[in-house]
């Protein structure tokens, strides 16, 4: 199960998401926001982050203007890695190397199918495990505040 979320600047891409993800028979669920109309984002960021942390969704998709905003709105949840994503490497290693759970792309920065294609990569990449393994674990320390350099 897919945890989809966005605000006004992200819903065509999340909308072209969806489409993408009916015609591949991917579980989703649907967070919101529902329209064009002017919303906060860290609410959908909040829903679909507690969404993934819980267990409830495997993974996220976030969107927004420029994706950043709802990144840093996700990345305050334990637990997430949010990533934003302008380009088919970052889709690829991020989820290899950072264990991204939580893709994030901007509306107003990219095309819907650009969209779409980072979403299939992202999506269709596994966790690549062995030294990112201990970088991740790294992460996890930084934000418990167990962590030293
Ligand atoms: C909304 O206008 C815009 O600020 C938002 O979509 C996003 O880009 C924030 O990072």
Redesign the pocket.
């Known amino acids: 199960m897919i945890a989809l979320g966005c605000?006004?600047?992200?819903f065509n891409l999340i909308t072209a998401i969806k489409k993408y993800l009916d015609e591949k028979g991917i579980e989703y669920k649907e967070f919101g926001t529902f329209s064009e109309d002017?919303v906060d984002?860290p609410i959908y960021a909040y829903k679909v982050a507690k969404a993934v942390t819980s267990g409830e969704c495997e993974l996220g998709i976030l969107c927004?203007?420029?994706?950043?905003?709802?990144s840093m709105a996700a990345n305050k949840v334990k637990g997430v890695r949010a990533a934003v994503v302008n380009n088919a490497f970052g889709a690829e290693m991020t989820r290899r190397h950072n264990h991204a759970n939580i893709l994030c792309m901007?509306g107003?920065v990219m095309s819907e199918e650009e969209a779409v294609k980072y979403t299939d990569i992202f999506l269709n990449t596994p966790e690549e495990g062995g030294r990112h393994d201990k970088r991740v674990a790294m992460l996890t320390e930084i934000e418990n505040g167990t962590f030293e350099a």
Do not use: F, L, N, Q
């Not at 605000?7 to 992200?10: E, K, L, N, P, T």
């Open positions: 605000d006004h600047g992200g002017s984002y927004c203007g420029t994706g950043i905003g709802i901007g107003r």
